[in-house]
């Protein structure tokens, strides 16, 4: 295929099932000798945020035993292959096409799923969060995380990716729209490595801090927002985005915690 690797097109929600099927199917030809001892493959399963809701019972399951393989949640905030449906990935707020804005309801009726402190509870080797705006980042982390799953079993990584068509922002500005969900710490960059959680990125010690405002008025699926008869839901979003921050920090702080 165009990825030049060898591919396997599943179910929605069996991803991480077959993968896992594949890795363990790799382990057992080599001890039969059908494959060289020497031979090394990277096993890696990429799902939406989407597919990683419905999937979420095999996801589990492969960390539990905690299988050689990397598991990444491709995350645009909701199911976009579908028809723009919301998923428990899509912020407070936010416009889809099972959200909508009107007299009943404004958007998403509660908060996004945390997958990765979800993930942090089955104790495997290597989490992270990574995005197409924060390139160096991101790449550091896939070689960890190649090199955790060679060695030591199960990593689970979330990437937060923008979707202009159905977050509705101008093609070229997709970057900038992901940058500034990372610096108004929406999206916060850090790694759980054997327990021990890290921010790799601190936008207020970068000096690049943003408003949660300055994120939503870029795309489409949000300038409801930005009204005043609205201002109380965007108020408990940021409270809830610098909940979480802080205590992401004070993870990354206190090795303990």
Known sequence: ????????????????????????????????????ADEEITF????????????????VGT???????ILLEYDNEGYMNTG???SYAT??????????VGPAQVGKQFQ???????????????LFTGT??????LIKKAAKAQWYAKNYGTVYGKILAACPLNWKNETRDG????????????????????????LTYDPEAKGKKVELEDWLKMMGKTKHLLKPENKEIVEAARKEVERRFKRLKAMSEHPDL
């Open 63 to 69: 960390a539990n035993r905690n299988d050689n393989v």
């Open 91 to 100: 912020p407070l707020g936010h416009a889809t096409s099972t959200s909508h």
């Open 175 to 198: 970057r900038n729209v992901v940058d500034a969900a990372v610096n108004c710490n929406f999206f916060p960059l850090y790694e759980i490595e054997q327990g021990i959680t890290t």
């Open 1 to 36: 295929n165009s990825h030049r690797v060898t591919y396997i097109h599943n179910l929605f929600q069996n991803g991480a099932a077959t993968i896992a099927g594949v890795s363990e199917m790799f382990k057992e030809r080599k001890r039969r000798g059908e494959i060289p």
């Open 84 to 86: 723009n449906q919301l």
């Open 44 to 59: 890696i399963m990429v799902t939406g945020d989407g597919g990683a809701d419905i999937g979420m019972g095999p996801i």
């Open 112 to 126: 996004h799923k945390d997958t990765i402190q979800i993930m942090a509870g089955t104790h495997i080797p290597y």
């Open 132 to 137: 197409e705006s924060q390139p160096q980042d």
